[in-house]
Nanobody
């Protein structure tokens, strides 16, 4: 199983960013997947979940209405659209399938 995140970067508060997670080595279209994040000095926390078909989605309260999780099972890729980013969204963002994690992509929100 390989998960590769991309799309992180430095943005200003209020701006948007879209993260991608490319999966391989497993049956992508059959796998529910998650986004997690870990801010400096803090525990890794759940951000969003998507079912294998994309029909079910869940979010942590702090990102509801601002983040949107999606997936393209034809491209074996999951996405996290992040709008109205805030400084406390600064973290390394990871995708997860089963017990497998990617290496993460850093998102920094700062003036």
């Amino acid at each position: 199983v390989q998960l590769v995140e991309s799309g992180g970067g430095l943005v200003k508060p209020g701006e948007s960013l879209t993260l991608s997670c490319a999966g391989s080595g497993f049956l992508f279209r059959a796998a529910p997947m998650d986004w997690y994040r870990q801010a400096p000095g803090q525990e890794r926390e759940f951000v969003a979940h998507i079912s294998n078909t994309g029909g079910t989605k869940r979010y942590v309260d702090s990102v509801k209405g601002r983040f949107t999780i999606s997936r393209d099972n034809e491209r074996d890729t999951m996405y996290l659209q992040m709008d109205r980013l805030q400084p406390n969204d600064t973290a390394v963002y990871y995708c997860k399938v089963g017990t497998n994690w990617g290496k993460g992509t850093l998102v920094t929100v700062s003036d």
